[in-house]
């Protein structure tokens, strides 16, 4: 297997829709795509009606129990891997939902799904784990495979 160059940042795809849950991001034509440093909506054309899908790998620095959150206005979804850790889907204001995994050390595929649909919009994207208090997955941990 070629081994890739992992550089710090996430692959994002940006869509445009109206949508009362998230929709299949992968059967759906992207508007733009590109890489990011974290979860932010800055390549949105729009304030309503779109979504967001990025995907990259999450660096862990131990063998633990890792709870991760996403606090969002309207859905997301959190995938460590195929498994969904997070399920916050939905139209709803800012709401937290949590889920936990046991994770080796190292690298992890990290897929982290949003829209929006109007009004309010914003996502939070928190982890916790050994010798790591709850904060925002900070830019440092996330690659993406070049
Ligand atoms: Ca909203």
Avoid: C
């Amino acid at each position: 297997m070629a081994v890739r160059e992992r550089r710090k940042g996430l692959r994002y795809g940006y869509y445009e829709g109206s949508w009362d849950q998230l929709p299949a991001f992968g059967a759906l034509a992207s508007v733009k795509e590109g890489v990011i440093s974290d979860f932010d909506f800055s390549p949105r054309n729009q304030s309503e009606y779109f979504g967001f899908r990025y995907d990259g790998f999450i660096r862990l620095p131990e063998t633990g129990i890792y709870s991760f959150f996403t606090d969002s206005d309207d859905g997301s979804q959190l995938f460590i891997g195929d498994k969904l850790v997070v399920d916050n889907d939905g139209l709803h204001g800012m709401t937290e939902e949590t889920g936990v995994i046991a994770l080796r050390a190292g690298f992890h595929p990290l897929r982290v799904t949003f829209f929006e649909k109007t009004g309010g919009d914003e996502l939070q994207v928190y982890y916790q784990g050994p010798n790591i208090k709850k904060q925002t997955i900070p830019p440092q941990v996330l690659f993406f495979n070049k």
